[in-house]
């Protein structure tokens, strides 16, 4: 039986992606010119989804390295990464959770040699674990087949190894594969960007003019159809890991004189083409990653001009003041992990009141908001386990730039839940029956200050309760108790 390890498989820094995919303009250019870029402009909401791709066996093997290991802690700094890239355009991500499944023990052995697919007589070890060049479009059969795919959400498919390329991406299923090695660099929002609908820049067929005037001009209709990308061909030699046509120092475009359009007009090319996530210079890409304004606005045309196929992977703002897993506590035992919320947004937990046990609906701002901020969590905050709902506090999403008018206040969720029993506390008696300094503080256990008869047993006079809880924060009553 051939085996081939995946420690040592080949991989290049290539994206694999039908260039056939991408969505016809529909007069994008007309509507992109038309978007003032300092008004806000229509929020997008997209879930996402990750899948751990084992072997026949059930084995998930990063080549003894922990850092290209699944884990939901590398999932959601996946997700942060996707937000703090896509955020400043009003696109954000929801993660809607993770799953795992074995890759069947009859995968095909296909391998990619001299630019062909070559198939061999015997099973692949592997299975989808490695997901070979040759096999992508088989992998999108089986996972379609046999409904391994969240219907509501873009998927994101983690085997532990890729041969002969780094990604992969399917406009038309809403796929991508992304090792969780690069969750966290260009890769994720590379493959992302395929998926609504947006091209690498590199292109046999763009001509060298952006003005749409010139009579060469075709940038709008051919390539990456984004004016504001560069015609290129590409800056790396296929399969070979080198850069020809690239100062990997500076970034810097250099040509020989081999690379010209169709027309034998050198390609003019800057450092930004150079570091665009769409390109094929990753050095580059890795060092200054960068998106023009162009792409992002047609990433956002393109999927609000396809209600069909996007509307379902959709979600709401409100979706992002929900935690994405653990539990809010209502009353009873303490029998819950509490909620957690994803990183990559920069939140204020502020101070509320109201009559709300469990959490205000989004829609509801009648709360009062205080002054104090019980929680603050940066947009890079690496603790995922603080991010979470502090009692008694509203949450406050500090989007940049602002979201229109239109959403209202960003404060929402007022949770202030008074039916945990105190820990403690104290009485304070004031003794001549009016508020001054002459008291008599008494302290209290959690026996004594949870006692259904305390009130009670209190003689007559005026009084000031202090309930203290687990979570720091103080219930205060006053009471005026007479002889009756």
């Given amino acids: 039986m051939l085996f081939i390890s995946a420690f040592h498989a080949q991989e290049v820094d290539d994206c694999v992606f039908d260039a056939e995919e991408v969505p016809e303009n529909n007069q994008i ?26 072997d026949p066996n059930g084995n998930y093997n990063p080549g003894g390295n922990p850092n290209n290991d699944f884990t939901e802690y590398k999932v959601l700094e996946g997700v942060a990464h996707l937000n703090r890239t896509y955020n400043k355009y009003n696109i954000f991500f929801k993660y809607v959770g993770y799953d795992s499944f074995d890759s ?6 296909l391998i990619y040699q001299g630019g062909t697919c070559v198939v061999y007589p015997d099973f692949d070890p592997h299975g989808y674990g490695m997901i070979r060049r040759c096999q992508i479009s088989d992998f999108w059969n089986y996972v379609n087949a046999n409904n391994l795919k969240h219907p509501n ?75 504001e990308t560069a015609a290129i061909n590409r800056f790396t030699e296929p399969f070979s890991g080198t850069y020809p046509f690239v100062n990997l120092q500076t970034c810097e475009y250099v040509n ?34 960068n998106f023009f304004n162009e792409q992002f606005l047609a990433m956002r045309h393109r999927v609000l001009s396809n209600p ?48 709300c046990p469990e959490p205000s609906p989004y829609n509801d701002t009648s709360f009062t908001i205080g002054n104090t901020t019980l929680l603050m969590v940066e947009v890079d905050e690496t603790d995922f386990s603080s991010i979470t709902h502090p009692n008694h506090s509203a949450i406050q999403i500090l989007f940049n730039p602002p979201l229109p008018s239109s959403y209202g206040q960003n404060t929402r969720k007022c949770y202030d839940n008074w039916n945990r029993a105190p820990i403690g506390g104290k009485i304070t008696k004031f003794n ?53």
């Fill in 29 to 54: 250019t007309s509507v992109l010119f038309d978007v003032e870029p300092n008004n806000p402009i229509e929020t997008i909401v997209l879930n996402v989804f990750f899948w751990k791709v084992n």
């Fill in 308 to 355: 069909t196929k996007f509307q379902p992977l959709q979600n709401t703002i409100a979706s992002l003041y929900e935690p994405y897993k653990g539990e809010y506590y209502i009353s009873g035992p303490v029998t819950n992990e509490p909620p957690l919320f994803q990183p990559g947004f920069r939140y204020r937990f502020r101070e509320c009141q109201c009559d």
């Fill in 432 to 484: 001549d029956g009016v508020f001054n300094a002459n008291v008599t503080i008494t302290t209290q256990d959690s026996t004594s200050i949870n006692n259904p008869n305390l009130i009670q047993q209190l003689d007559p006079g005026l009084y000031k309760i202090d309930k203290l809880y687990e979570d720091g924060a103080i219930q205060q009553n006053v009471i005026y108790k007479d002889n009756e």
């Fill in 256 to 289: 020989d004189g081999s690379q010209t359009d169709s027309n034998g007009v050198p390609y003019v090319v800057f450092p930004q083409d150079v570091s665009n996530i769409m390109s094929d210079c990753s050095p580059c890409m890795m060092q200054y990653p």
């Fill in 153 to 227: 959400a873009i998927n994101i498919y983690a085997p532990y190894a890729t041969e002969h390329y780094r990604g992969a991406a399917s406009y038309g299923n809403s796929f991508a594969i992304v090792k969780p090695q690069d969750f966290t660099n260009f890769v994720n929002p590379h493959e992302i960007a395929h998926v609504l609908g947006l091209g690498h820049t590199r292109s046999t067929t763009e001509n060298v003019p952006r003005d749409p005037q010139h009579p060469d001009f075709n940038a709008s209709t051919t390539g990456d159809r984004i004016v």
């Fill in 104 to 109: 069947p023990p009859n995968t095909t052995l």
